[in-house]
């Protein structure tokens, strides 16, 4: 069964560090873009990051840029979300997803549109 499989989320403090790993067993891994969305209570699933194959795309919202880094290894069908200084309002479920072309910048503008599997989500929690 093709799927993607999150894990590292968990309840951390204001400042603190956490990464996130997303797992591929699907075959479009090794020449799809993949990401990062995320979902807090009561609002609307956005885009927090994308990775095209090679690596060398890396678009990121705004509200992240600068304190988290995705980067993947190809050779695990891995993609990772390093997630820096957190703030009480990155608190979310995280997803992974695979986007429905080589190019990050095409979910990072899509969004949600432009992504073909998601995986079941992590929850992140930062207290403050």
């Known amino acids: 069964q093709e799927q993607l499989v999150e894990s590292g989320g968990g309840l951390v403090q204001a400042g603190d560090s956490l990464r996130l790993s997303c797992a591929s067993s699907r075959r479009a891994f090794s020449n799809h873009a993949m990401g990062w969305f995320r979902q807090a209570p009561g609002k609307e699933r956005e885009f927090v990051a994308a990775?095209?194959?090679?690596?060398?795309?890396?678009p990121y919202a705004d509200s992240v840029k600068g304190r988290f880094t995705i980067w993947r290894d190809n050779s695990k069908t891995t993609v990772y979300l390093q997630m820096n200084s957190l703030k009480s309002e990155d608190t979310a479920v995280y997803y992974c997803?695979?986007?429905?072309?080589?190019?990050?910048?095409?979910?990072?503008?899509?969004?949600?549109?432009?992504?073909?599997?998601w995986g079941q989500g992590t929850q992140v929690t930062v207290s403050s």
């Open positions: 990775i095209n194959w090679s690596g060398d795309s890396t």
């Open positions: 997803a695979e986007g429905s072309d080589a190019l990050a910048r095409t979910m990072a503008t899509g969004g949600l549109l432009r992504v073909d599997a």
